[in-house]
């Protein structure tokens, strides 16, 4: 039982605009910066958004975060074959005093 | 910045599993990081394990569910970090991760990551 929770899965198709949630609670996404991370298969996961909606060099602004609270999203827009992957949710806990994750979505291009 | 894992792939149940996560084109003593062990398995997902990090002096932060288990050391000689985890049984089975957490002025986030070691607890 992961203390962010997400979505197990997650479609669209082509093109389309997808978006993905992530809940935690007043202790780390209420209180501290969110980072987004994608896992292609048999890869390690790869930044894709920190400090809620900031985007690493590299990453398409197709890819954007958001917080509301203590929850956050993440959108991708213009949906492409190679974003089918998985995507991770992570925030450090102050009450836990470490990191947290959520269990992952994995997003299917259809 | 690259992360080179090493060490073995298979432990005995209740032996110590001994991973080094090798640092280039950044230092181990960096102000600005913190150096983390993140392991992820089918049953408990993503799990952070520990981070060690110098600003005045060096700190070790550890997660509740292995604390009693883990140590973290870093090897400013050989610009490395290395985990120890005593007493593994095969829920310890999982593929291990070391990562640069970008750690300052407000931000904390993992920027890069070494390649991943399955590690299989089993006799």
């Known amino acids: 039982q992961s203390v962010l929770t997400q979505p197990p899965s997650a479609s669209g198709t082509p093109g389309q605009r997808v978006t993905i949630s992530c809940s935690g609670g007043?202790?780390?996404?209420?209180?501290?910066?969110v980072s987004w991370y994608q896992q292609l298969p048999r890869t390690a996961p790869r930044l894709l958004i920190y400090?809620?909606?900031q985007r690493p060099s590299g990453v398409p602004d197709r890819f954007s975060g958001s917080r509301s609270g203590p929850s956050a999203s993440l959108a991708i827009s213009g949906l492409q074959s190679e974003d089918e992957a998985d995507y991770f949710c992570a925030a450090w806990d102050d009450s836990l005093g470490g990191w947290v994750f959520g269990g992952g979505t994995k997003l299917t291009v259809l | 910045v690259q992360l080179q894992q090493s060490g073995p792939g298979l432990v005995k149940p209740s032996q110590t599993l001994s991973l080094t996560c090798a640092i280039s084109g950044d230092s181990v003593s960096s102000k600005i990081a913190a150096w983390n062990w993140i392991r992820q398995s089918p049953s408990r997902g993503l799990e952070w394990l520990g981070r060690t990090y110098s600003r005045s002096k060096w700190y070790n932060d550890y997660a509740v569910s292995v604390k009693s288990r883990m140590t973290i050391n870093a090897d400013t000689s050989k610009n490395q970090f290395s985990l120890q985890l005593n007493s593994v049984t095969p829920e310890d089975t999982a593929v291990y991760y070391c990562a640069r957490a970008f750690y300052n002025w407000g931000l904390d986030y993992f920027d890069y990551w070494g390649q991943g070691t399955l590690v299989t607890v089993s006799s």
């Open positions: 007043t202790s780390n996404i209420g209180s501290d910066t």
């Open positions: 400090n809620i909606n």
